[in-house]
C-alpha cells in the first residue's frame, strides 16, 4: 500500500480534518467508503485512550454497546457517514506524532487488508495516493495512470510492452478494470484517492487480439 506525496514524503500537516462526531477528541484527516459507505480506509488522530475506545467500540459493533456506523464531521458542519460493521476485520497501524501543538498523540490507520499487498493469484491490487497541496487533479490523474501501469505490468502474467500502454489503459478504463473508489454518495475524504487495478483474462484476450491485429505492433 502506498500513501505518499507526490515528493515521496508523508504530509505531517494536514490542512482539513473531520471530527469523528461520536468521539469528538479524535480527528480524520483521510477517510475512503465503498459504493455501500463501507470504510475501507481511515487516518485518525487522538490521544492513546481515546484512540483505544474508538477502536474498542468498533471491534464490540453496535450489538454489544459498541457502534457499527460512525459520522466525520467537517468545518463546515457536514456529516459524512461512514458503515463500520466489518471495521473489526481491517487491518492498522499505528505510529506516535513527535511534535505537535496538542501533547502527545497518535495516528492510526484502519485498512481493508487488500490495500496493503497485491493479489498475485487473483490479479488485483489497489493503488492509493495522497494528493499534495497545491496538487490538481490533472497530475493526481497522471500519477495514477502512471502507478496504474506499472501494477498492471507487474500482475500480468505476459509482458507488456511499454508501447502498449495507452491502448491497454483505455481498455481497462473502459471495461472497468481500472475502478476508482469514488462514488458520488460516498467520495473520498481528506484528499486521498484509490483506484483497483485488475488484470482479467477478458485483458489478456484483448492483448492477444491486438497483437494478431497488429493494433498492438511488437
Not at 514524503?9 to 473531520?18: G, I, Q
Not at 469514488?182 to 483506484?195: E, K, N, R, W
Request: glycine letters at 8%; one cysteine or more.
Amino acid at each position: 500500500m502506498q500513501v505518499e506525496t507526490s515528493e515521496g514524503a508523508p504530509r505531517v500537516a494536514p490542512p482539513h480534518l473531520y471530527r469523528i462526531a461520536e468521539f469528538p477528541e479524535l480527528f480524520a484527516d483521510a477517510c475512503l467508503r465503498n459504493s455501500e459507505g463501507d470504510l475501507k480506509f481511515l487516518s485518525f488522530y487522538g490521544r492513546d485512550g481515546s484512540v483505544k475506545q474508538f477502536l474498542a467500540a468498533l471491534e464490540l459493533g453496535a450489538g454489544k454497546g459498541g457502534v457499527s456506523r460512525f459520522y466525520l464531521v467537517g468545518k463546515d458542519d457536514k456529516r459524512h457517514r461512514v458503515e463500520a460493521g466489518s471495521a473489526s476485520n481491517l487491518s492498522m497501524y499505528s505510529g506516535r506524532l513527535r511534535q505537535n501543538l496538542f501533547g502527545p498523540l497518535s495516528q492510526t490507520w484502519l485498512y481493508d487488508g487488500t490495500f496493503a499487498q497485491a493479489d498475485r493469484a487473483n490479479r488485483i491490487g489497489w493503488l492509493l495516493h495522497r494528493a499534495a497541496p497545491g496538487e490538481d487533479q490533472d497530475q493526481v490523474h497522471q500519477i495514477l495512470a502512471d502507478k496504474a501501469w506499472a501494477l498492471t505490468c507487474q500482475l500480468a502474467p505476459v509482458a507488456l510492452l511499454d508501447t502498449w500502454r495507452q491502448p491497454i489503459q483505455d481498455w481497462c478504463r473502459q471495461t472497468k478494470s481500472y475502478e476508482h473508489l469514488d462514488d458520488p454518495l460516498y467520495p473520498p475524504l481528506g484528499g486521498i484517492h484509490a483506484l483497483r487495478v485488475s488484470v482479467t483474462d477478458h485483458l489478456l484476450r484483448f492483448v492477444s487480439a491486438g497483437v494478431k491485429s497488429g493494433q498492438l505492433p511488437v
